[in-house]
């Protein structure tokens, strides 16, 4: 006679099971593993579609029309994007869904080969060691007459992790999603340059961003041979929403403007709402940038040259599955410094100056 006590047990470990969040399944082929290892790009197509897409570019909406006062002053000074708005999926349901059962984190984990470190039994399967984290969104719009962002790769705000990995295969990836059409003929995409996370003169472009104060997206002026060569490589996609341009974190890549923003097709194409999603191994190494990450440091004592995995529930795991202890954790959410406090502090500063 089967116990009470042995039955229970079966039903929470079925509910366990079925309730478990998994990213969604994805084949890539050979072909799109070889184009990634050479030139750290591919275009997935239709990424999101359906209910999943919808519901991001109605959060994508919502955030646009509930920018803050700074942020909207800030815009009047400095027209880089529209909207931004960081970690969004700590409060967004329809971009928490695409960070985590999206196909984007199985993509991303077989592109940097963490499916091989596995033995596929469920013991492996739940070793974190070499799990994918998730470790930042945003949320960007950019319309006709922004400036965006000249060839850079994401400065230590937006991609708090130390540099040890350039060129490597887990160096960590980023994962673009257009929630609107983009053209090469009209402009308001992401613009890449193919190869540049192995090519030696991105090393000069990648210093010459990173030892000038503000300069991530000022290559441009900084280095004006590097950006030449950059524009040389620039490849630019025609996309729907949902499709994903997913390139290796250390691929030069740049805002591409409008190509007539004084037309009026450019002007009534509004703003082009894009995701980017930042995917690492959990054994990453985390820098602590003193700015944005405060609070994580604060809650779980992460320090520069940790783990991103010891910063638990703010930098969840996503794949091979998410954790459920972690997903019954609040996080506080990120601070925007784009705030009005901000806008002072700078006009204080310029003053003084």
């Given at each position: 006679?089967v116990?009470?006590?042995?039955?229970?047990?079966?039903?929470?470990?079925?509910?366990?099971?079925?309730?478990?969040i998994?990213?969604?399944?994805?084949?890539?082929?050979?072909?799109?593993?070889?184009?990634?290892?050479?030139?750290?790009v591919?275009?997935?197509?239709?990424?999101?579609?359906?209910k999943?897409l919808?519901?991001?570019?109605?959060?994508?909406?919502?955030?646009?029309?509930?920018?803050?006062l700074?942020q909207?002053?800030?815009y009047k000074?400095?027209?880089?994007?529209g909207?931004?708005e960081?970690?969004t999926w700590?409060?967004?349901r329809?971009?928490?869904?695409?960070?985590?059962?999206?196909?984007?984190p199985?993509?991303?984990?077989?592109?940097m080969?963490?499916?091989?470190?596995?033995?596929g039994?469920e013991?492996n399967?739940s070793n974190p060691?070499?799990?994918?984290r998730?470790?930042?969104?945003a949320?960007?719009?950019?319309r006709?007459?922004?400036?965006?962002?000249g060839?850079?790769?994401?400065?230590?705000?937006f991609?708090?992790?130390e540099d040890?990995?350039?060129?490597?295969?887990d160096?960590g990836i980023?994962v673009?999603?257009?929630?609107?059409p983009v053209?090469?003929?009209?402009g308001?995409?992401?613009?890449?340059?193919?190869?540049?996370?192995?090519?030696?003169?991105?090393?000069?472009a990648?210093?010459?961003?990173?030892?000038?104060?503000?300069?991530?997206?000022?290559?441009q002026d900084?280095?004006?041979?590097?950006h030449?060569?950059?524009?040389?490589?620039?490849?630019?996609?025609?996309?729907?929403p949902?499709d994903?341009?997913?390139?290796?974190?250390y691929?030069?890549?740049?805002s591409?403007p409008?190509?007539?923003?004084?037309?009026?097709?450019?002007?009534?194409?509004g703003?082009?709402q894009?995701?980017s999603l930042?995917y690492?191994?959990s054994d990453?190494?985390?820098f602590?940038?003193?700015?944005v990450?405060?609070?994580?440091?604060?809650?779980?004592?992460?320090s520069t040259?940790?783990?991103?995995s010891?910063?638990?529930?703010?930098?969840?795991?996503?794949w091979p599955?998410r954790?459920?202890?972690e997903?019954?954790?609040?996080?506080l959410a990120?601070?925007?410094?784009?705030?009005?406090?901000?806008?002072l502090n700078?006009?204080?500063?310029?003053?003084?100056?």
């Amino acid at each position: 006679m089967v116990s009470l006590s042995f039955v229970v047990f079966c039903k929470v470990m079925v509910l366990g099971f079925i309730n478990r969040i998994e990213a969604a399944p994805y084949d890539l082929t050979s072909k799109q593993i070889e184009t990634f290892q050479r030139d750290g790009v591919i275009v997935v197509y239709g990424l999101l579609q359906g209910k999943q897409l919808n519901n991001a570019i109605k959060s994508a909406k919502r955030i646009q029309r509930t920018r803050g006062l700074g942020q909207r002053l800030l815009y009047k000074l400095n027209k880089s994007y529209g909207n931004l708005e960081w970690q969004t999926w700590r409060k967004y349901r329809g971009l928490e869904e695409v960070a985590f059962e999206s196909a984007a984190p199985t993509i991303c984990a077989k592109l940097m080969g963490l499916d091989r470190s596995r033995t596929g039994d469920e013991e492996n399967r739940s070793n974190p060691r070499r799990a994918l984290r998730l470790l930042k969104d945003a949320v960007l719009g950019y319309r006709a007459g922004d400036l965006g962002c000249g060839w850079h790769v994401d400065d230590k705000v937006f991609w708090p992790c130390e540099d040890r990995n350039i060129g490597k295969r887990d160096a960590g990836i980023n994962v673009w999603i257009t929630l609107s059409p983009v053209t090469k003929e009209e402009g308001g995409g992401l613009a890449v340059a193919p190869g540049t996370h192995k090519l030696g003169f991105a090393s000069k472009a990648r210093e010459a961003i990173s030892t000038s104060f503000g300069g991530t997206c000022k290559l441009q002026d900084l280095a004006p041979e590097c950006h030449e060569k950059m524009e040389e490589l620039k490849t630019v996609y025609d996309l729907q929403p949902g499709d994903a341009i997913i390139h290796d974190r250390y691929v030069f890549h740049r805002s591409h403007p409008f190509v007539n923003p004084s037309s009026i097709k450019s002007r009534m194409a509004g703003r082009k709402q894009r995701i980017s999603l930042r995917y690492v191994p959990s054994d990453s190494t985390f820098f602590d940038n003193n700015l944005v990450d405060r609070e994580i440091v604060s809650a779980k004592g992460i320090s520069t040259g940790d783990h991103v995995s010891r910063g638990g529930e703010y930098f969840p795991q996503c794949w091979p599955n998410r954790l459920k202890e972690e997903e019954s954790m609040q996080v506080l959410a990120e601070k925007n410094p784009f705030t009005l406090k901000l806008l002072l502090n700078m006009a204080r500063s310029t003053k003084k100056q």
